[in-house]
């Protein structure tokens, strides 16, 4: 039985079975992780995103049949990080409510997803911040 609280995790099989690259875990599952206040700002902002005139590109038909929206900013295939046309595309309101929502992401769930990424997946993580050096010196140059 999964518990009510606390943490749940699914190890990774044996390491002599796989990949040693493999992650930990092949699920983990973390209740609480936001404080009610965190969470509450976080609905709300969401809510107030969606009550807006947001406009959706139309799905892709061979990815999805729902719309979706690729918000922020986009910087893998490219030198210079960019602002999704997602983003740039709204009405001035819209864009305004999707800044306080992304600023939420930012400032109260990357850095929670990434202490988790740290401490359960450390190999991911390493990865991950080479990744980063790379693009940031990659931009300076």
């Given at each position: 039985?999964?518990?009510?609280?606390?943490?749940?995790?699914?190890?990774?099989?044996?390491?002599?079975?796989?990949?040693?690259?493999?992650?930990?875990?092949?699920?983990?599952?973390?209740?609480?992780?936001?404080?009610?206040?965190?969470?509450?700002?976080?609905?709300?902002?969401?809510?107030?995103?969606?009550?807006?005139?947001?406009?959706y590109?139309?799905?892709?038909?061979?990815?999805?049949?729902?719309p979706?929206?690729?918000?922020?900013?986009?910087?893998?295939?490219?030198?210079?990080?960019?602002?999704t046309?997602?983003?740039?595309?709204?009405?001035?309101?819209?864009?305004a409510?999707?800044?306080?929502?992304l600023?939420?992401?930012?400032?109260?769930?990357?850095?929670?997803?990434?202490?988790?990424?740290?401490?359960?997946?450390?190999?991911?993580?390493?990865?991950?911040q080479?990744?980063?050096?790379?693009?940031?010196?990659?931009?300076?140059?």
């Open positions: 039985m999964e518990p009510d609280k606390g943490r749940l995790m699914y190890p990774t099989p044996a390491l002599d079975r796989q990949d040693p690259l493999h992650p930990p875990y092949l699920a983990v599952r973390f209740h609480d992780v936001l404080k009610p206040t965190a969470q509450t700002a976080l609905i709300n902002s969401w809510n107030a995103l969606n009550s807006l005139n947001v406009e590109p139309q799905p892709e038909p061979q990815r999805s049949k729902a979706a929206l690729h918000l922020g900013v986009w910087e893998t295939y490219l030198m210079s990080p960019i602002v046309a997602n983003s740039r595309n709204q009405p001035p309101e819209v864009i409510t999707m800044d306080v929502f600023s939420l992401i930012g400032e109260r769930i990357a850095p929670k997803l990434l202490n988790f990424l740290g401490r359960y997946f450390p190999r991911q993580y390493e990865h991950q080479r990744c980063i050096k790379i693009s940031i010196n990659n931009k300076n140059h």
